[in-house]
Nanobody, 115 residues
Framework: QVQLVESGGGLVQAGGSLRLSCTAS????????MGWYRQAPGKQRELVAR???????NYADSVKGRFTISRDHAKNTVYLQMNSLKPEDTAVYYC?????????WGQGTQVTVSS
């Protein structure tokens, strides 16, 4: 059972930056796809960004050019650098690890962007 622990959320003004971190309780394998999702109140959870072990990334259109996902294999950690934050980025952000057909989730970290 992989455990994922997120950190780095908080309150920031519009235009500001935050960096989220997610550390896995065990070694991340080359087949694992790491990702960040978010869920705003009253909305469904949506993909923000994901990254393969080869460094291939995908981003939601709403965050392209502002957010960057990266991973550190040695630290079993994935990061989400968020710049130029907007009020509409306010949500609970969840880290994910997909291994074959199963996805593990972190507990979530709140990001609030004030206008």
């Amino acid at each position: 059972q992989v455990q994922l622990v997120e950190s780095g959320g908080g309150l920031v003004q519009a235009g500001g930056s935050l960096r989220l971190s997610c550390t896995a309780s065990e070694r991340i394998f080359s087949i694992d796809v790491m990702g960040w999702y978010r869920q705003a109140p009253g909305k469904q959870r949506e993909l923000v960004a994901r990254i393969t072990s080869d460094g291939i990334t995908n981003y939601a259109d709403s965050v392209k050019g502002r957010f960057t996902i990266s991973r550190d294999h040695a630290k079993n950690t994935v990061y989400l650098q968020m710049n130029s934050l907007k009020p509409e980025d306010t949500a609970v952000y969840y880290c994910s690890l997909t291994r074959t057909l199963f996805t593990y989730w972190g507990q979530g970290t709140q990001v609030t962007v004030s206008s």
